[in-house]
């Protein structure tokens, strides 16, 4: 694949270096392969598509316009898994005022919102954030997991999900890239799946980091492919018997 | 100790290996303790007390009058633990039907239930299984844990939360304790907590199972201790500063 | 199956209460079976069969007669394995003078040792302990795991091994059959893998805890199946094209 | 801090966002820290500094001299840390030959090497790649881990062995900053241990990406701090009574 988004930061001796060593060999895809969506929740997105500087005036964890430019993908990849059989898997966060376990980030990294007002609305707000928005919400049989971490092999009965499946390929969409995407992944291919990342369907809300972290995914972990390539591949795939239903809910 | 529950059901040989090898040592106490409560859901309970072959007609996985004879152990257990300032973590069962996730039991074990009129009452019933009975609900403050698994140290941020309170030592109480008690006291002593099972606060649908799984922990794993012993200590028990509040929550 | 080996330990209300549930479901076997190996070292064998109480003098860990007399049943389980080309996983205890890690079972429970003359005899008998016993050894290819806590899903890459493989059931054998094999079989059912136990191929120094932990492990974690059960199914069953390689060292 | 590495890579828009928000706030240290040392072997080092694209024609994933010039940073924090009594643990590779587990990386996305002779000289070459280099070696007491996966929580006991320490901060170092380090920084986070990365003790075999990693992880997950900065901190810190023992093997 000639030019790719990480070319214009790597500086002259990373690609000297990249040349020599020739491209990574790819992973591949698998034959029991599954979506992950990762936090594609309303934190992210707010409202409404807004620039980046806006939209953190009202959602100090938007990714502006990133997030609404990636979501036509999402929403395809999405339809396309659905249409071929293919387990989904969402996950969000799991908010501590509800577990009573405080977050990874250590808390309180962002300034004081400026641009609420206090009292009804900032409370329907905060009720909202972890809410996966309309246009990509689960639907019947898909699993639906929230996190207190960056990836969701941590803290949910993933793994025990797709070993029920017996899933061998995770197809990673979602944000951020240089976050919980790049987390997941990390993950994904420490566990022995065979990881691919959608590059239109991940977003970030910085650009150098989204551009550096696809890179690094790439070099290291997974297969970059475009949304064509993964579409292409998915349409050919046809699934196992009795594929997609966790084997201890099954009849028997 | 003269005289423990599972001595009845110990062989000679058994016996005399005992007595060869001598007592086990003790765990004994660590700094930081924190009191981790098993699964005291309806589903264990049924809503009164019957015995075990009445109680499991209408509530099938009931453990019947072994409940709620421990019930007010655990409760003097959880005021004590409230009253000296002691962390606690509730646990109870994460629904396949919220997270997708098909159980861990290979469902279905149990025979159809028989004494259900079908329809409303029997939805309602489902609804409330994994519920905490009313007697020990969590209130503000403590961790409220949903697990797909015997141990919540699988599927749950548990082990995030205790090294965010820098916890050393757990405290466990609930049910089975051949089951979801057990599982979560060998997680417990692989993760290196010092463990302490309080004997009349832990309970079983099974008399053998509930005195073998008493010697099995306190040979291997942890200190099987009683009610008195274990509120004698946390009486004595003083709270290093700033304990019991998750250091990523706590004001920075 | 009638008369199995824990009805002697029952009480008569826990043969009542099994009596109505009927027996638990099997798992039944998957398509993409492993054979787990648990802790089939020295320690727990010496150097001859010995009865237990003599056995203790020496090997203070000795499981006596019962690992010499599964010896057998175990080396026949393997054979058949190793025939029909299932993976299998060894495993045994990561010594803490190499690691640096503390033991989980909160060291020197024993008494000290009585038999033992001081200085070269001991030193060499301690450097033995956690050797696999040539008689079940790893041989090329087979997965060799070193743990420091009963079960090898804690602490080793067993995980990401199975999902390289593709695995979805284990049949487990080795000992201790309240110890390390319980913990293997819980955390085998957590993480979603069909689990078979085979009876004749675990064992244990306590005669009581090795009869009520298979009753344990059947209720509600595995199918616990006699060797012959167990090989007649392997030998019916056909190994997946190009199973057995891990995905990540095949070649590509 | 002003001037960080990372600035050069950031576009307009990330510098205005990060900008807006403000700096991270820090994580800070806690009271029982422990030095983390992630893979500082053979095979990124070779036998002496070569400039990386010299050194890859001898050593395939080296890192060229950006990895000779951290080790002297990295030989004064580990001084530092033996100096005050602070816990240290060493990480490196399983090999697969070892332990039969396939590599996490998908094994040979590397070109053949082509500098070498066959033979003996290559075979010795392998044999020392997972050799933690003489001048960071680990001595006695101090915690040595072997890792088949980029993080060190995978599939090693370091949980188990931090809880037993009660450690409850995490200093980082090693190698690559985009890779094993990374997944390191992210998983500790993931923990809830407070996380420090100490920046010129990291290094990697690219530039953009040891910068735009180091961002990263300041912004999401620990503090990226100067050596002097940690070694202040190291040399006023006091070791709690008894730390830097693990539990479990203290006298009891």
Redesign the interface.
């Known amino acids: 694949m000639a030019g790719r988004v990480?070319d214009a930061?790597?500086?002259e001796?990373?690609k000297?270096?990249?040349e020599?060593?020739?491209g990574?060999?790819t992973?591949?895809f698998?034959a029991?392969p599954a979506l992950l969506l990762i936090d594609l929740y309303r934190r992210v997105f707010g409202d409404r598509p807004q620039p980046?500087?806006e939209a953190?005036k009202e959602w100090?964890n938007s990714c502006g316009l990133a997030a609404w430019e990636s979501l036509p993908h999402i929403q395809s990849l999405l339809a396309t898994a659905r249409e071929v059989g293919m387990p989904v898997v969402h996950t969000t966060g799991?908010p501590?005022s509800?577990?009573?376990?405080?977050?990874?980030?250590?808390?309180?990294?962002?300034?004081p919102r400026r641009s609420h007002e206090g009292g009804r609305k900032q409370v329907e707000q905060i009720a909202r954030l972890s809410d996966i928005i309309d246009e990509v919400a689960?639907i019947e049989?898909?699993?639906?997991?929230r996190?207190?971490?960056?990836?969701p092999f941590?803290?949910?009965?993933l793994?025990?999900?797709?070993?029920?499946l017996?899933v061998?390929t995770l197809i990673v969409a979602g944000e951020s890239t240089?976050?919980c995407v790049?987390?997941s992944v990390?993950?994904s291919?420490?566990?022995?799946?065979?990881t691919i990342v959608v590059e239109e369907c991940v977003f970030d809300?910085?650009?150098?980091?989204h551009a550096?972290?696809l890179?690094?995914m790439n070099q290291?972990?997974a297969d970059v492919l475009s949304l064509a390539e993964v579409q292409e591949w998915m349409r050919g795939w046809r699934a196992p018997e009795d594929y997609g239903i966790?084997?201890?809910?099954a009849a028997?």
Do not use: M
């Open positions: 990480w930061y790597l500086t001796q990373d000297a270096h990249v020599y060593k020739g990574p060999r992973n591949g698998g029991r980046l500087l953190v100090p799991l501590g509800e577990s009573g376990v405080g977050q990874w980030h250590v808390g309180g990294r962002d300034k689960p049989g898909e699993a639906f997991l996190k207190a971490s960056p990836s941590f803290g949910t009965p793994v025990g999900h797709l070993t029920a017996g061998d240089s976050g790049r987390a990390v993950d291919c420490t566990h022995r799946y065979r809300r910085h650009q150098a980091t550096i972290n890179f690094d290291k972990y966790p084997r201890a809910t028997r």
